[in-house]
């Protein structure tokens, strides 16, 4: 999967969740694991992006920190977290990688919204 398709599903999954009042954030994040999963092996194991040493460290351990924030979340069954981190956290994360904010607003756009 693509860091593009990552992305929709954690912003559909978010929009969902803030707009249309969906209260099964922790069954979308169940779905989305697998793929940041697959992701999180890939950015842990090496640096891809071309980012200098110290900011990719830095982020290792930010995507670490949103890694156990879902899982609280998720351990707890707590929508607030899993929003919160899904949105203000991982979301957030995923942005850093594209190179404009048109291109983040395509893939916005993109999106099928349930």
Do not use: H, W
């Amino acid at each position: 999967m693509e860091l593009s398709e990552l992305y929709q599903m954690v912003y559909t999954s978010c929009v969902q969740f803030a707009v249309y009042q969906k209260k099964n954030i922790s069954d979308r994040v169940k779905e989305i694991l697998p793929y940041l999963n697959s992701f999180t092996n890939e950015f842990m194991s090496f640096n891809a992006y071309g980012i200098e040493e110290q900011d990719y460290r830095t982020l290792q351990l930010l995507l670490l920190d949103i890694l156990k924030d879902l899982e609280l979340g998720l351990n707890f069954q707590d929508a607030v977290i899993l929003e919160d981190t899904m949105e203000y956290g991982l979301l957030k994360f995923l942005e850093l990688f594209f190179s404009t904010e048109r291109e983040l607003t395509t893939l916005k756009e993109a999106c099928t919204i349930e």
